[in-house]
C-alpha cells in the first residue's frame, strides 16, 4: 500500500498561453522533509497553490492523504498547513490579534500557549501592527501560524525569506522538530544549501516538469567529485586515465599534482593512491547548489 | 463564519457611523428646511413653481414638490442612489477582489474554510453595514420628524428608505458580480460606478424625454420610487430589484467559488473562464 501523502498525476497547469505545469508527475512520502528545488518562474509556487485548490490544474490527478483537493478542498485544508511564498498579511491586525483570528478559522485547535512560546523563540513582539513589522517578521508571523497548525503536513513556499541567517537556522531546527514528531513537511526553495541542510529527499522542477527526485545525499553523492592529488613522484598519466569514472582535469608540478573528476564511487581512485606515495589529497564533494545548477546546465544544452 | 462576518463587519464600523450619522443629521435638519423653505415662505413655492416643468421632472418626476413626499425625494431621496450607491459600488467591488489582489486572501482561503462560506460572510456583512447606515439615517428622519410634528407614520417614513435599500443592493451585487469577471476591482468598480451615473441619467431623462422609455426600461433606477414610496412601495418593483439581486450574488458566489484565485494584481477574464483553456 502507497505511503504517499503528496501524489501528482501528469498535472498541467495554463495562465493564458504561459504552460505552467507540463504533466508535473511526484509523491511524497508520509513523515519526510521534501525539497522543491527550482528557480523563479518553474512552477514550485503553481504547484503548491494547486494542491491547496487555490488555483485548479487543466488536467492530471493530485491527492493529497489520498484525497482530491478540488472535490474536498477543507478535508485537504484541515490537515496542511501552509506558509505562502509572497506572504502578504492584513495590516491592521496584531499578530496576537491574527493567530486569534486564525484559531478561530481552524475552530480553536491552536494552542495558544504554543504561540507564546514559538514568538518568544523567534523573537516577534505580538502587539506590533503587522503593517508596520519588517518583511522578516512578517515572515515569522506566518511560519508560526504554520507551525502551530498541528497537522500532519507543512507546505512551505520559500521559508526562510527575509529572514536574519540565525532566524534561518532556527526556522530549520523547527522543520527539523516538525519530522521528529512525525510531520510531512513539503518546501519550496531556491536557497539550496538550506535544502541540503533539512531535506531527506529532493525534486528539482525546471519549466514546469520535474527533471530529477532522489535523496539528498545520493543526488550529491550521484554526482561528479572533484580531487586534487599531490604525489611525491612522477605517476605517468595513463596510469589514472586507465581507472574507470575518472577524467584527468589539469596535470602540474611535471606529473606529480593532479586534478581529477570523478562520477560516482571513489573506491577506484583510493585504490591506485594508494599504489603511489601521496603528499597531499584534497577531495571537494559538490554542494547542492553546484549539483542543482549542472541540472539546469545540462537541460539547457539539451533543450 | 462569524469570526470572517465579524471581523469585516468592525472592520467597516467608521464607514457606517460616519455616513450614518452624516446622513442622519442631514435627514434631521431637512424637516427644520421644509417647515422654513416651504410652509412658511410662500413666495419661495412660486419661485419653485416658475421653473420649467422639464427641470422638474429631471429632479423629481411626477411627485408634488410640496408635499411631504414629494420634498424627501427632492432632497434626499433623489440622489441618494448615487451618493450612497457610490460608497456601495466601491465596497462591494474591492470587498474580495481587493484582497485577491494585494496577496491576503491567500493565507486565509489556505484555512479550512469554503470559500462560499467567505463570500456569504462578507457579503452578509457588507449589507448589514448598508442597514445600519440607512438604519441611523432613518433614526434622524425620525427625529426630525418629531421634533417638527411632521405628520408621518413609521410606516410611511421607512417605505422610502425600503426602495432606497433595494436599489443600493442591486448595486452592490452587480459590483460583486463584476469583480469576480472582470480583471481588477478597479475596473468593476469603474464599470459599476458608470453604469449608476448612466442609470440615474437616463431614468431623469426620461421623464423629459419620452423616446428614452425603451432603454430606462434597463435601468435599476427606473424602479425606485424614492420620496414617493411614502404613500405606497410598489411591491412588483421591489421585487424585481431583489430579485436580480440574488440572482446576481448567486452567479457571484458562484464564479467566486469555481475560478482561481488571483494573486499579486493578476488577474483577467480568462480567471473566470480558466476550464476552457
Not at chain 1, 12 to 31: D, I, T
Request: net charge negative; with cysteine.
Amino acid at each position: 500500500m502507497s505511503n504517499s501523502v503528496i501524489k501528482l498525476e501528469n498535472v498541467h497547469k495554463y495562465y493564458g498561453k504561459v504552460h505552467a505545469l507540463q504533466g508535473l508527475n511526484l509523491e511524497v512520502e508520509q513523515g519526510e522533509v521534501f525539497g522543491f528545488l527550482g528557480p523563479n518562474g518553474a512552477g514550485k509556487t503553481t504547484t503548491i497553490r494547486c494542491m491547496l485548490d487555490l488555483i485548479r490544474p487543466n488536467s492530471g490527478k493530485i491527492e493529497v492523504f489520498g484525497i482530491d483537493p478540488q472535490h474536498a478542498p477543507l478535508a485537504v485544508k484541515e490537515k496542511v498547513g501552509y506558509l505562502p511564498g509572497d506572504l502578504k498579511l492584513a495590516g491592521d491586525f496584531t499578530p496576537r490579534d491574527f493567530f486569534k483570528h486564525l484559531r478561530k478559522l481552524r475552530n480553536n485547535r491552536r494552542d495558544w500557549n504554543e504561540i507564546l512560546k514559538l514568538a518568544k523563540r523567534l523573537d516577534l513582539n505580538l502587539d506590533s501592527k503587522i503593517k508596520t513589522l519588517s518583511q522578516g517578521n512578517k515572515q515569522k508571523v506566518g511560519l508560526i501560524q504554520c507551525f502551530i497548525s498541528h497537522v500532519p503536513l507543512l507546505m512551505l513556499d520559500e521559508p526562510t525569506l527575509g529572514l536574519d541567517p540565525l532566524m534561518k537556522q532556527e526556522v530549520l531546527n523547527i522543520i527539523r522538530e516538525q519530522r521528529e514528531n512525525g510531520t510531512t513537511v513539503f518546501f519550496s526553495s531556491h536557497i539550496l544549501s538550506e535544502v541540503q541542510k533539512v531535506a531527506d529527499r529532493v525534486g528539482i522542477i525546471r519549466k514546469g516538469s520535474l527533471v530529477e527526485i532522489a535523496n539528498t545525499e545520493d543526488l550529491i553523492g550521484r554526482s561528479l567529485t572533484r580531487a586534487m592529488v599531490q604525489f611525491d613522484q612522477e605517476v605517468s598519466r595513463s596510469e589514472l586515465e586507465e581507472i574507470p569514472s575518472v577524467e584527468i582535469l589539469r596535470v602540474n608540478d611535471n606529473n606529480r599534482a593532479y586534478t581529477l573528476e570523478v562520477r560516482g564511487e571513489m573506491s577506484g581512485l583510493i585504490k591506485t593512491l594508494a599504489n603511489y606515495p601521496v603528499l597531499d589529497l584534497e577531495i571537494n564533494k559538490p554542494s547542492l547548489e553546484e549539483v542543482f545548477l549542472k541540472y539546469y546546465e545540462e537541460q539547457e544544452g539539451s533543450a | 463564519m462569524f469570526a470572517i462576518f465579524k471581523r469585516r463587519l468592525l472592520k467597516n464600523w467608521l464607514m457606517i457611523l460616519g455616513w450614518g450619522l452624516g446622513l442622519g443629521l442631514l435627514g434631521y435638519y431637512l424637516f427644520d428646511i421644509y417647515e422654513t423653505f416651504f410652509q412658511r415662505d410662500v413666495n419661495l413655492m412660486e419661485v419653485f413653481n416658475a421653473f420649467p416643468d422639464d427641470l422638474m421632472a429631471f429632479f423629481g418626476g411626477d411627485v408634488d414638490l410640496f408635499s411631504p413626499s414629494g420634498f424627501l425625494h427632492l432632497e434626499f431621496f433623489s440622489y441618494m442612489p448615487i451618493v450612497l450607491g457610490i460608497m456601495v459600488v466601491s465596497a462591494a467591488a474591492s470587498l474580495l477582489s481587493k484582497d485577491e489582489e494585494e496577496g491576503t486572501l491567500e493565507l486565509i482561503l489556505a484555512q479550512p474554510i469554503r470559500r462560499i462560506s467567505l463570500f456569504s460572510s462578507r457579503t452578509l456583512a457588507l449589507i448589514l453595514s448598508v442597514v445600519l447606515i440607512l438604519g441611523i439615517t432613518w433614526i434622524g428622519f425620525y427625529l426630525g420628524a418629531q421634533f417638527n410634528d411632521f405628520d408621518l407614520s413609521l410606516a410611511q417614513l421607512t417605505r422610502p428608505f425600503v426602495s432606497l435599500f433595494a436599489v443600493l443592493m442591486l448595486f452592490l451585487s452587480l459590483s460583486l458580480l463584476l469583480s469576480m469577471i472582470l480583471p481588477s476591482s478597479s475596473s468593476a468598480g469603474l464599470v459599476s460606478g458608470f453604469l449608476l451615473i448612466a442609470s440615474f441619467f437616463i431614468s431623469s431623462l426620461a421623464r423629459i424625454d419620452e423616446k428614452l422609455e425603451g432603454v430606462n426600461r434597463f435601468s435599476p433606477l427606473k424602479y425606485y420610487q424614492g420620496g414617493a414610496a411614502v404613500e405606497g412601495l410598489d411591491l412588483q418593483n421591489l421585487l424585481l430589484l431583489f430579485g436580480i439581486s440574488l440572482f446576481c450574488l448567486l452567479i457571484a458566489g458562484f464564479l467566486f467559488a469555481k475560478r482561481d484565485l488571483r494573486f499579486g494584481g493578476s488577474g483577467g477574464f480568462r480567471l473566470v473562464f480558466s476550464k476552457s483553456e
